[in-house]
């Protein structure tokens, strides 16, 4: 996850660079991001159906080289072309891998242990936020924006050998009737807690996004600190959010509705002070860390409800919830959108990340409260 994550946070960092280096102007180059967002929204599912009758070693390996094959055909070529048609493809496989890796690592340890075990899985993500995507950005511009990716694609290969490696061979069990145990997934997906939970992620994921994703232009024109501890205050989020997934993931396994209502309630707060002090650094850094903590205090317990609620289907449902994840992360730039172009001032976009976490609340009592169907 952390190699793979480290794309996805990269290309954020050199956009300036691949624009001039395929002589295309900032908002076109952005379609790279797009693409591969909706590779990732659309290709777990599909996935999750295509593989479910396939050991699972078999399945992380093979989305991992296709993720690393997808990069360095588009970073050969270097179009935007061949990069916007290779990074959705690469989305396709990165859905599919995380789908997969969650599941995975929840089976090698004991039930009490499963949302634990799915935190440590998307820790990879913090730690591309913390390293991969400031790493690989100086590294490309200094040496060029392709070699960041170059990198990505080595650590990738080499996490699937090491998964090859290390990874035990279960083959997934077999059924008389591959159509019956399909349909039997997909009415696991008919679940209204399901959809609930699935509903919590895309609020949650983009209640503390929306932040996150303006915070370089809330600091340097609101906070107004100097552009060079932009960087250090982006990895202190990345720290909290580190921290976060592992008080969440002892939480979670135990208590996850306390785990949810903690983080939202968390987010909740730290986004409403940081819109209203955002005009004091000395307030605003220690609470993008909080906020960091906050936000992937859920993630755990997500997962843990989602492999509660769907055991049969865990595949298919841990694909859905990357979707909803991924959901979340692409909503936010046209929720943004609407009060900046009223001419709202920066601190607006903090308020509606209060506004989704309030949101989130009631369906978080739902779950809590509604009996097993």
Same mark, same amino acid.
């Given at each position: 996850m952390f190699a793979m994550g480290s794309s996805e946070f990269l290309l954020a960092g050199v956009l300036p660079a691949v624009a001039s280096g395929l002589h295309v102007d900032l908002a076109t180059v952005g379609g790279l991001i797009t693409a591969f967002a909706i590779g990732v929204v659309i290709g777990g599912p599909p996935?999750?159906?295509?593989?479910?009758?396939?050991?699972?070693?078999?399945?992380?390996v093979l989305t991992q080289l296709v993720f690393a094959l997808c990069i360095a055909i588009g970073l050969l070529i270097s179009t935007y072309e061949a990069l916007l048609i290779t990074r959705f493809l690469a989305g396709l496989a990165y859905a599919g891998f995380f789908a997969v890796a969650a599941v995975t690592a929840v089976s090698l340890v004991p039930a009490d242990r499963a949302a634990r075990a799915s935190g440590v899985v998307v820790s990879g993500l913090s730690l591309?936020?913390?390293?991969?995507?400031?790493?690989?950005?100086?590294?490309?511009?200094?040496?060029?924006?392709?070699?960041?990716?170059? =990198?990505?694609?080595? *650590? @990738?290969?080499?996490?699937? $050998?090491?998964? &090859?490696?290390?990874? !035990?061979?279960?083959?997934?069990?077999?059924?008389?009737?591959?159509?019956?145990?399909?349909?039997?997934?997909?009415?696991?997906?008919?679940?209204?807690?399901?959809?609930?939970?699935?509903?919590?992620t895309l609020l949650t994921t983009a209640s503390y996004m929306i932040?996150?994703?303006? =915070?370089?232009?809330? *600091? @340097?024109?609101?906070?107004? $600190?100097?552009? &060079?501890?932009?960087? !250090?205050v982006l990895v202190l989020f990345g720290l909290g959010a580190y921290l976060g997934l592992a008080i969440g993931g002892r939480i979670a396994d135990r208590r996850p509705h306390l785990a949810l209502t903690t983080g939202t309630i968390g987010i909740l707060t730290t986004s409403a002070l940081i819109a209203t002090l955002a005009h004091h650094a000395s307030a605003v850094i220690p609470l993008v860390f909080l906020l960091g903590v906050a936000g992937f205090i859920l993630n755990p317990a997500i997962y843990g409800r989602i492999f509660t609620l769907a055991p049969t289907a865990p595949t298919l449902a841990g694909a859905t919830t990357v979707s909803a994840f991924q959901l979340g992360i692409s909503f936010v730039p046209a929720l943004a959108a609407l009060p900046l172009h009223l001419g709202a001032p920066l601190p607006t976009i903090p308020c509606l990340g209060t506004l989704l976490a309030t949101l989130t609340l009631p369906l978080i009592l739902r779950d809590h409260t509604t009996k097993h169907r």
């Amino acid at each position: 996850m952390f190699a793979m994550g480290s794309s996805e946070f990269l290309l954020a960092g050199v956009l300036p660079a691949v624009a001039s280096g395929l002589h295309v102007d900032l908002a076109t180059v952005g379609g790279l991001i797009t693409a591969f967002a909706i590779g990732v929204v659309i290709g777990g599912p599909p996935f999750a159906v295509i593989s479910r009758r396939w050991p699972r070693r078999t399945a992380l390996v093979l989305t991992q080289l296709v993720f690393a094959l997808c990069i360095a055909i588009g970073l050969l070529i270097s179009t935007y072309e061949a990069l916007l048609i290779t990074r959705f493809l690469a989305g396709l496989a990165y859905a599919g891998f995380f789908a997969v890796a969650a599941v995975t690592a929840v089976s090698l340890v004991p039930a009490d242990r499963a949302a634990r075990a799915s935190g440590v899985v998307v820790s990879g993500l913090s730690l591309a936020m913390i390293l991969g995507g400031p790493a690989g950005t100086a590294f490309g511009y200094r040496t060029g924006w392709q070699s960041g990716f170059w =990198l990505v694609v080595t *650590l @990738t290969v080499l996490a699937a $050998i090491t998964i &090859t490696l290390a990874t !035990p061979h279960r083959p997934q069990p077999t059924t008389k009737s591959p159509d019956t145990n399909l349909r039997r997934e997909l009415r696991t997906l008919r679940q209204p807690r399901l959809w609930t939970v699935l509903a919590i992620t895309l609020l949650t994921t983009a209640s503390y996004m929306i932040t996150f994703s303006y =915070l370089s232009e809330l *600091l @340097t024109r609101t906070t107004r $600190i100097p552009t &060079t501890w932009t960087a !250090p205050v982006l990895v202190l989020f990345g720290l909290g959010a580190y921290l976060g997934l592992a008080i969440g993931g002892r939480i979670a396994d135990r208590r996850p509705h306390l785990a949810l209502t903690t983080g939202t309630i968390g987010i909740l707060t730290t986004s409403a002070l940081i819109a209203t002090l955002a005009h004091h650094a000395s307030a605003v850094i220690p609470l993008v860390f909080l906020l960091g903590v906050a936000g992937f205090i859920l993630n755990p317990a997500i997962y843990g409800r989602i492999f509660t609620l769907a055991p049969t289907a865990p595949t298919l449902a841990g694909a859905t919830t990357v979707s909803a994840f991924q959901l979340g992360i692409s909503f936010v730039p046209a929720l943004a959108a609407l009060p900046l172009h009223l001419g709202a001032p920066l601190p607006t976009i903090p308020c509606l990340g209060t506004l989704l976490a309030t949101l989130t609340l009631p369906l978080i009592l739902r779950d809590h409260t509604t009996k097993h169907r």
